[in-house]
C-alpha cells in the first residue's frame, strides 16, 4: 500500500529530526572520530561539523546522557582529547650535572646482590601495550611462580606510542604506576605505532614518514622518555620487540620499531632491557614459520594472522622475560 505524500513526508523528517538529535547527543564522540583521523580533506571536514556541535550540545546540556553512561561504564575519559606527549625528566645529555667538590675515588669492586622476592614479597610486573601485549601476559600469569605477581595485563587495541590521539599512554603509564606500584613493566609497542603518521608531535617540528630520520628521533623520543620516567620512579622496563610477520607487509616496518626499541634498551641496561620475539620465532633460515618445534613435538606459534601469538608462544616468550628479568632480580 502506498503511503500518502504527507505521511512520507512526516517520515522523512521524523528521521531527519532524530539524526540531527543522535548527532548533538554524541557530538563529542563525533568530534573526537574527525580528530583522530590522519590529516586531509576528511579530518577537516569532521572538525569542521563536528565542533559546532559540540559548542551547541554543550550549551544546552544534551551531552549529559552520554557522559552519564559513560561515568556509569567507568569511561568518563572515553571523548577526551589529550595528544601532548608529556615526560617531566629532561634526557640525560641535556640536564645539568653538578661537579663534584673534590676528587671522586673508585670504589672497590663487588659482586652487585640482587633484590630477592618471595612468595611472601612477590616481584610486581604490570603488563601493557597493544593487541600484541595480552597473550604474553597471559603466559607471565600462568608460568611466573609464586615469586612474581602478575598485578594486571592491559591489552588496548590499536593503540600504541605513535597516536596519543587515539590512547594516551603518556598519561596512562604514569597513572598505572600509582594505582598497581609495580616494580617491572612489559611493554608491547609498536604493531599499531608503523606507519607514517605520528600524533602529538611538539609545535615548531615536523616529522617525515616512517623510517626517515625525523620519525626516528621523535619515536626514540618517546620510548627513552617512558623508559627514563619509569626509571625515575624505580620501575624496570622490558620492552618486547615485534615479531617477525608473515607476508610482506610489516617486513620492513617492524624492524624500524624494533631497532629503536632495542637501541634504547641497550643505552639504558641498568633500567630496560629488549626481547626479541623476531629471532625468538623465526625458523632456522630466518624465514617466518607458524610452527615450531617445543619440547620435540611440533607446535603452532602464530595465528592465522600471521602477527598475533597462541597461547604457546606466549608461553616462550613469558619464560625468556622470566630468564632476562632474572639478570636483575632473584626469585
Known amino acids: 500500500m502506498r503511503l500518502p505524500p504527507q505521511s512520507a513526508a512526516r517520515g522523512i523528517a521524523v528521521c531527519l529530526l532524530t539524526l540531527i538529535f543522535a548527532a548533538f547527543l554524541n557530538a563529542k564522540g563525533m568530534r573526537k572520530t574527525a580528530e583522530i583521523q590522519q590529516p586531509g580533506v576528511q579530518r577537516s571536514v569532521g572538525l569542521a561539523v563536528a565542533k559546532p556541535l559540540v559548542d551547541v550540545s554543550s ?16 569511561r568518563q575519559s572515553w571523548d577526551d582529547i589529550d595528544t601532548q606527549v608529556r615526560f617531566t625528566l629532561p634526557p640525560a645529555r641535556q640536564r645539568t650535572a653538578t661537579p663534584p667538590k ?135 622496563v622490558v620492552w618486547l620487540g615485534l615479531p617477525i610477520p608473515a607476508g610482506s607487509g610489516f617486513q620492513h616496518s617492524f624492524p624500524i620499531v624494533n631497532r629503536i626499541l632495542g637501541s634504547v634498551a641497550k643505552a639504558n641496561p641498568r633500567t630496560s632491557t629488549y626481547v626479541d620475539t623476531w629471532h625468538m620465532l623465526d625458523d632456522a633460515h630466518g624465514r617466518y614459520t607458524p610452527y615450531l618445534r617445543e619440547h620435540g613435538k611440533l607446535t603452532l606459534m602464530r595465528l592465522p594472522d600471521g602477527v598475533h601469538y597462541t597461547a604457546s608462544a606466549g608461553d616462550l616468550i613469558a619464560r625468556q622475560v622470566l630468564t632476562q628479568l632474572r639478570v636483575r632480580f632473584a626469585f
Open 102 to 236: 673534590a676528587p671522586v675515588r673508585a670504589a672497590p669492586h663487588h659482586r652487585a646482590v640482587l633484590p630477592r622476592f618471595t612468595a611472601a614479597h612477590p616481584l610486581r610486573v604490570w603488563v601493557a601495550g597493544d593487541s600484541l601485549a595480552e597473550v604474553p601476559g597471559q603466559g607471565l600469569q600462568r608460568v611466573a611462580g609464586p615469586a612474581v605477581d602478575i598485578v594486571g595485563v592491559e591489552s588496548r587495541l590499536s593503540t600504541g606510542l605513535a597516536r596519543p590521539d587515539l590512547y594516551n599512554w603518556f598519561l596512562r603509564i604514569p597513572a598505572a604506576v600509582r594505582q598497581l606500584a609495580p616494580k617491572v613493566a612489559v611493554f608491547s609497542f609498536g604493531a599499531d605505532d608503523a606507519h607514517d603518521y605520528l600524533a602529538g608531535v611538539p609545535k615548531g617540528r615536523t616529522v617525515g614518514p616512517l623510517g626517515s630520520a625525523s620519525w626516528d628521533a621523535e619515536y626514540q623520543r618517546r620510548v627513552e622518555g617512558v623508559t627514563r620516567e619509569l626509571a625515575a620512579r624505580r620501575v624496570y
Open 59 to 74: 550549551f544546552l546540556h544534551l551531552t549529559a546522557p552520554r557522559h552519564g553512561i559513560q561515568v556509569a561504564l567507568g
